[in-house]
């Protein structure tokens, strides 16, 4: 029986995909009714279970597929009108087939599935059509019920005198599709059945003639074509009688034609992702991911020994094993990832069936299905979408008389969204529903005693919204009824943030409620910051930092400020909640030089300054869990081993903020806000020209102060004074070079020199930088205040680290008169900056 | 040294059971575990510690690639810490498929003990360490004390 037992096992993982696969159709079906290619698409799959079934003898199976066909080719074929009851009936057929496959996994059985209702009901939902079809469908339904296991042994039957005309083509055409999952099925079917029923087959013989001339023109269709025609008699049989006009066998031979054509392409398709994919255990990809990320920290530790080795064929050795990890540890982690449409495909059934139950009509657009996460990820990510999903369409989104009343079209819109953003996947789930109001909100948690009415003053809208994640919220009906969400928010957030997600929501009350999912790519690797406090390293999980800020002992002792012994950081203007590490872990900074790191972080919506000791990298590293203990201390979120072995603990910044902060200000929050929007659009204008400057520094330099990109020979440059001049058409142009103005040494003289001249009010001065890299767009930079002489900060541009030069010291350096008025200018003995000069250097 | 994974609880553990111990030596005093839990004995190791955690938790150590959180068994049985200058051994265990680890002062031999040697604690001995010792078996010139495992990571 093992032999039989694979096939069974095969049907019903291919008939699950098939299933789920059925679910979309349909329920997209409902919004294009006429689509013939989905209606083809549905009946092939149930067709292949119907096929299969028959096959391994499960009856029942076979009998409620058998009827749900009859429909969808009678839908096919236009004879009936696809209305939502129908769609029901067909979605229980689904659903009752699963039920039926489930048991026969379970038990090898049907076990006590009765399909007996859900025959009528399609049989009912057939009668009820329109009216040409009544007459015709009441025989076909009894002929159904009674003839279903039947119609392929009747087919088979037929077989032996029909053959030729028959079963070659069929054959052919398996041959020729190769073994798809459509075509095999019934071929065996078809095949294995002949001697049982050859009697029944015998007393509806009369009916067969008008078939066989069906067959002949389609003979190039693939088998399955054949099939349904075999299918068909049983309607025809009956219909015959009742209304002609549907008896013309040739009919259904040419409608089929076109279909036909269409699933030999998609049988290729199939086989070609079928042969080209196998499926693998998902433990044996985990029990790879741990090996790889072992011989990943192997690698580290041999690569780092073979560094201090002198043996070149050993260097080598090390190297290609460093690189073949690498490419190992990306293949595996591909394996691993999956669409997102994995678990999205299942919503759109969701959405419907709950639509119809709450009486709205709802519409889901889904974007970005095709990207990819982690598939222990994606597992861990299925409920809390599927409750939000629920959530929005049972609670968000409002009765169409409702929406009417406010203006809003009848059908409700919910808007999957997900995209790769900077390493992490955002989900949105967002509908144009009621939206959430903060004071239901904020009233509700004081009288649950959530909060106080105090701590609710002082709280932003924003932050009020975040209220409905709190434990105190959910399960308690009274909340829900008032404020329209809530129930088990705090569930779907513990488990998002238990894969080292964040969850935030938006809401404008009549517009809307956004919910949006920030996910790792993949649990098992994450970017973070590895910072230093007390001698130790801490890893912070990238997903929670926004950028860092330095600030020297002289800076610092002015900048950290204190509001009522709580210190703070103006943060471009912006009071910057800080929050000391040692403090929190309970330990003694080792820095004593009175430099203050410190790592913006955002939580909640929430931000705050980490004060570190120092930033050591930014690294992407393996997540292990830690043991019980150190669990319940609630700070961490694990610990990693780092590139030279030591292990390091990754800090909960959630937990950290919990812990840290008090809620903040609703003013100061606004401010906030405000602030960030206009630093947002002043760095979207700007352009940058990068430039290195030797020791691997880049600096970027706002692009419309560039005049002119030069290259200017060693030689040409000559003295004045203590300074460097070089002529310039003409003129003498003062000489800056940025390393050492930036006290970056980089290497020796070079012959060529990279200059960019800047012009302005008739003057010019020539910037020396080491190499001309790239122009960039300063948009989307993570901008940080680490100030040094010569710079106005740094910015993250094209993923690196990019000093933003403090464009009026560089030209003050070379040039301290330049920006008096031209006037006033040569003030400056050692300039040689006669007056006749700027007038040709405005051409530059 | 690498035992498979045991599966038994301790619930039974508290009886006199005859067996293997695996022995290590912790301020003069002779300990055993059951050899099944162990999973291997290693070399002290560089440890990370854990601010905030319970004092018994001595650092992570990187076992392999995996993070082991390591208990100092000295402080979890109330005894003085180590000196200065010795290292301590480290323990692997393994129970319900997590591994910790238990520092000591260094490792003996693996015992075969016989139930009828088994005695439970004197009653004179104290509240933190009576937790954790199951009893003592009555070996030629000295006393074997079995630890509760189970109990002595639940730091």
Redesign the interface.
């Known amino acids: 029986m093992d032999g039989l037992d694979d096939i069974v096992e095969e049907f019903l993982v291919e008939s699950h995909e098939n299933l789920d696969q059925l679910d979309t159709d349909l329920v997209a079906l409902e919004q294009e009714p006429n689509s013939r290619e989905r209606l083809s698409s549905i009946f092939r799959t149930i067709h292949t279970i119907k096929g299969t079934s028959g096959f391994l003898a499960f009856n029942r199976l076979e009998e409620i597929t058998h009827v749900g066909e009859n429909m969808l080719s009678r839908l096919r074929d236009g004879e009936l009108a696809l209305t939502p009851a129908r769609t029901s009936v067909l979605l229980q057929m689904v659903d009752t087939v699963r039920a039926l496959l489930t048991s026969i996994e379970a038990s090898g059985g049907e076990g006590s599935v009765n399909v007996s209702a859900i025959v009528a009901a399609i049989t009912a939902a057939m009668e009820d059509g329109p009216a040409a079809a009544v007459p015709a469908s009441a025989p076909p339904a009894t002929a159904a019920k009674k003839a279903p296991a039947k119609a392929p042994a009747k087919a088979a039957a037929k077989a032996p005198v029909k053959a030729p005309a028959k079963k070659a083509p069929a054959k052919t055409a398996a041959k020729a599709q190769g073994k798809t999952a459509a075509a095999k099925a019934p071929a065996k079917a078809a095949a294995k059945a002949p001697a049982k029923p050859a009697r029944t087959a015998a007393k509806k013989a009369p009916a067969a003639p008008p078939v066989i001339p069906a067959p002949r023109p389609a003979a190039e269709a693939p088998v399955e074509e054949v099939d349904e025609v075999l299918a068909a008699p049983v309607d025809e049989l009956a219909a015959e009688t009742a209304t002609p006009q549907e008896a013309p066998a040739t009919d259904p031979g040419e409608h089929h034609e076109p279909e036909g054509a269409g699933a030999t392409t998609d049988g290729q398709q199939r086989r070609a992702v079928a042969d080209s994919t196998i499926r693998v255990d998902v433990d044996l990809l985990d029990s790879l991911m741990l090996l790889v990320g072992e011989l990943v920290l192997t690698r580290n530790q041999i690569v780092q020994n073979v560094a201090r080795q002198t043996d070149t064929d050993l260097i080598r050795a090390s190297q290609r094993l460093n690189l073949i990890a690498s490419e190992l540890q990306e293949g595996v982690m591909k394996t691993r990832m999956q669409p997102i449409d994995h678990i999205w495909s299942k919503l759109p059934r969701v959405v419907r069936d709950l639509g119809l139950q709450c009486g709205k009509s709802v519409r889901l657009e889904m974007e970005g299905r095709e990207t990819e996460l982690d598939k222990t990820l994606l597992e861990a990510v299925k409920d809390p979408l599927t409750h939000l999903v629920r959530n929005s369409v049972d609670h968000g989104i409002e009765a169409p008389e409702a929406r009417r009343a406010a203006g809003k079209p009848a059908e409700g819109v919910l808007f999957l969204r997900a995209k790769h953003e900077s390493g992490q996947v955002v989900v949105e789930v967002a509908d144009d529903g009621a939206g959430i109001d903060p004071a239901k909100i904020g009233a509700k948690a004081v009288e649950r005693g959530v909060i106080t009415q105090e701590a609710l003053r002082r709280m932003s809208p924003q932050d009020i919204l975040q209220l409905i994640f709190l434990p105190g919220f959910s399960t308690a009906a009274a909340v829900t009824n008032v404020s329209g969400r809530g129930v088990g928010m705090d569930v779907v957030k513990t488990n998002i943030e238990s894969i080292g997600g964040t969850i935030e929501v938006e809401s404008q009350p009549g517009e809307g409620t956004t919910c949006r999912l920030r996910i790792p790519l993949t649990l098992a690797i994450v970017p973070a910051l590895t910072v230093e406090c007390a001698g130790d390293r801490y890893a912070i999980p990238q997903i929670s930092l926004q950028e860092l800020v330095a600030l020297d002992a002289e800076k610092a002792a002015t900048a950290v400020e204190e509001v009522g012994g709580a210190p703070v950081y103006r943060l471009r203007g912006d009071l910057l909640p800080l929050v000391r590490l040692t403090e929190v872990l309970g330990l003694t900074s080792e820095r004593d030089d009175g430099h203050v790191v410190i790592a913006v972080l955002r939580s909640e919506g929430r931000r705050f300054g980490l004060v570190v000791d120092r930033v050591i990298n930014t690294e992407e590293i393996v997540v292990k869990a830690v043991g019980g203990q150190l669990k319940s201390i609630g700070l961490y979120s694990g610990a990693t081993v780092l590139g030279d072995g030591t292990v390091a603990l990754i800090l909960d910044v959630q937990a950290l903020a919990r812990r840290a902060l008090r809620t903040e200000t609703t003013d100061r929050h606004e401010t906030r806000e405000a602030a960030a929007t206009a630093a947002a659009t002043e760095t979207e204008r700007q352009r940058m020209l990068l430039a290195a400057i030797g020791e691997g520094r880049r600096v970027a330099i706002p692009l419309d102060t560039v005049t002119r990109l030069e290259q200017v020979r060693r030689e040409s440059v000559e003295k004045v004074g203590n300074r460097e001049v070089v002529q310039y058409r003409g003129a003498i142009l003062p000489i800056v070079r940025l390393d050492r103005h930036l006290g970056a040494y980089g290497q020796a003289e070079r012959e060529v020199l990279e200059v960019i001249v800047y012009s302005d009010h008739g003057r010019s001065v020539a910037i020396v930088v080491e190499e001309i890299l790239d122009i960039v767009d300063g948009e989307a930079a993570v901008r940080s205040d680490i100030d040094d002489m010569g710079l106005l900060g740094s910015a993250v541009l094209g993923d690196k680290v990019t000093e933003l030069l403090d464009v009026r010291a560089a030209i003050l350096a070379a040039d301290p008169a330049f920006y008096d008025s031209p006037a006033l200018g040569s003030t400056e003995p050692a300039l040689p900056t006669p007056s006749g000069v700027p007038d040709s250097l405005l051409e530059v | 040294m690498s035992v498979a994974t045991d599966t038994r609880s301790s619930k039974d553990a508290p009886s006199a059971t005859s067996g293997q111990l695996a022995t290590f030596r912790l301020d003069g005093d002779l300990y055993g575990v059951e050899v099944e839990h162990v999973q291997e004995v290693l070399k002290s190791q560089?440890l990370?510690?854990?601010?905030?955690?319970?004092p018994a938790?001595a650092?992570?150590?990187?076992l392999?690639?995996?993070?082991?959180?390591a208990?100092e068994l000295r402080e979890r049985l109330g005894r003085p810490p180590r000196p200065e200058g010795t290292d301590a051994v480290v323990i692997v265990v393994r129970l319900h498929g997590?591994a910790?680890s238990l520092l000591v002062d260094s490792i003996a031999d693996v015992v075969d003990v016989d139930a009828k040697d088994f005695e439970a604690p004197p009653d004179t001995l104290d509240g933190q360490a009576r937790e954790l010792i199951r009893g003592a078996y009555k070996l030629d010139g000295k006393l074997l004390l079995a630890l509760d495992v189970q109990k002595a990571?639940?730091?």
């Open positions: 560089g990370t510690r854990v601010p905030l955690a319970p938790v650092g992570l150590i990187n392999r690639g995996q993070v082991v959180t208990i997590e910790v990571v639940g730091a």
